[in-house]
């Protein structure tokens, strides 16, 4: 609530959390016998409001109560896994293929990307939180009210402004692509760059991959596990074969044979920290 005035109240809301895949298969693979929550949960906080003399900058999703004294702040709550146990959760799909790819996944556990993934989760709230609100990050960024690191303790969570219908437009539209105009991609892409552009200088890289939770890939690792991605490629194309024509095997083929090649020139090139999961179920346009 912060200098929005006190806090009276809370009360859980439902929550469809259907577009957040991982999150609802980590929460239920910790079973109900465990204290700790894990997945996405909505509530709505009552709060008595400050003097009307202390201006201060509410979310369009804040909804003003019957008592002009009061106000009512919708969030939602992200509490993330450890990433140990992420990391088995991603190792323990791949055994379900039946293939190699189990073992394969298992050898190279800590070459996948998911080490520290649940700090590195919460130190890019942290970061939003912290953004001047005229920034890409500031702007862009569902507002992050509060968050919590404590590895030790396995809590990893952070808190942010509900998004709903009235205040956003394009949520869950993942299985309806007809949504997006032109001028909607071009507005989502502006935003991507814009974001991305954020730490586009020497210096800014050099702060982000000095952080433990980085884990940035890079020419090493890439080659290191060229076994994975042979194996990835072949259940690919075995399960769905409609999505990879011969061409397109063909063109991953030559990727991943000349892997060792192709990232010697990447490890060259500007760096700067991206989305890596930028698709419908990670994106809503907030509306004018």
Excluded at 77 to 104: C, H, Q, T, W, Y
Excluded at 198 to 208: D, I, M, N, S, Y
Aim: proline share 6%; aromatic share 8%; with cysteine.
């Amino acid at each position: 609530v912060g200098a929005r005035g006190t806090f009276i109240s809370y009360l859980q809301r439902p929550f469809d959390s259907s577009a957040s895949i991982i999150s609802d298969v980590a929460s239920a693979s910790k079973g109900s016998g465990t204290a700790k929550m894990v997945g996405l949960f909505r509530y709505s906080i009552t709060y008595e409001a400050a003097p009307a003399n202390k201006r201060v900058s509410v979310p369009e999703d804040d909804e003003p109560s019957q008592d002009a004294m009061k106000g009512t702040l919708e969030v939602v709550v992200k509490s993330k896994a450890a990433s140990e146990d992420m990391l088995n959760l991603v190792v323990k799909f791949a055994r379900l293929s039946g293939s190699p790819l189990g073992a394969i996944f298992r050898k190279h556990a800590k070459d996948l990307g998911f080490l520290h993934c649940a700090e590195r989760e919460i130190a890019i709230a942290k970061m939003a939180q912290e953004a001047d609100p005229k920034s890409a990050f500031g702007q862009l960024h569902p507002i992050v009210f509060l968050w919590g690191l404590k590895p030790e303790q396995e809590i990893f969570y952070h808190v942010m402004e509900f998004l709903s219908g009235t205040a956003f437009s394009h949520i869950q539209t993942v299985d309806t692509p007809t949504a997006w105009t032109n001028d909607d991609i071009c507005v989502v892409l502006d935003g991507a760059a814009r974001l991305h552009a954020t730490h586009l200088t020497a210096g800014e890289v050099k702060r982000l991959m000095a952080k433990p939770w980085m884990d940035a890939p890079d020419r090493g690792r890439i080659v290191r596990t060229k076994a994975l991605w042979w194996e990835l490629l072949k259940n690919n194309v075995a399960n769905w074969p409609e999505l990879w024509p011969e061409d397109r095997v063909q063109l991953m083929e030559l990727l991943i044979e000349h892997l060792d090649t192709v990232w010697a020139v990447l490890d060259r090139t500007p760096k700067t920290l991206i989305h890596n999961d930028f698709n419908p179920r990670n994106i809503a346009l907030r509306r004018p």
